[in-house]
């Protein structure tokens, strides 16, 4: 995709509940707009499926997940958060997991910025081409 298709395309997803389709390196993507909380945030669907287990610890190394997720540093859990967690899915489930530990990191669901969300594909795809683009200007 040419410089003038990114701003075109980031243009087009920058709408609230705005969504477009990409071919990333033999994934078709759908990158929608979609609100969290009270922000404004772009989720990413790889072949039209989203899968829990692509942001658990021990898929770091999976293809998905690495091209389209970002990574993020979670700080360390508070003590009342590791309560709560050994509460919900239990201390031995925690402690597999590494929760219970200081700072990790996992993928993350959605991307914050459309231009975060550009850079990330860019960066972890060889071969990127915009689908159904005849309806924009």
Not at 20 to 28: F, K, M, N, P, S
Not at 103 to 125: E, Q
Request: hydrophobic content about 35%.
């Amino acid at each position: 995709m040419t410089k003038t298709d990114w701003e075109r395309f980031e243009k087009a997803i920058d709408s609230l509940f705005g969504q477009e389709h990409l071919l990333c390196d033999g994934y078709v993507v759908t990158v929608g707009t979609v609100r969290h909380k009270n922000s404004i945030v772009w989720d990413v669907y790889v072949d039209g499926e989203f899968r829990g287990e692509w942001v658990l610890q021990e898929n770091k190394g999976a293809d998905i997940p690495r091209r389209f997720l970002p990574l993020r540093k979670k700080g360390g859990t508070t003590e009342k958060e590791k309560k709560r967690l050994i509460r919900i899915i239990g201390k031995g489930e925690a402690d597999r997991l590494g929760l219970l530990k200081g700072p990790f990191t996992m993928r993350h669901v959605y991307h914050n910025t459309p231009k975060a969300l550009i850079r990330h594909l860019r960066k972890h795809n060889q071969q990127i081409h915009w689908l159904c683009q005849h309806n924009q200007p």
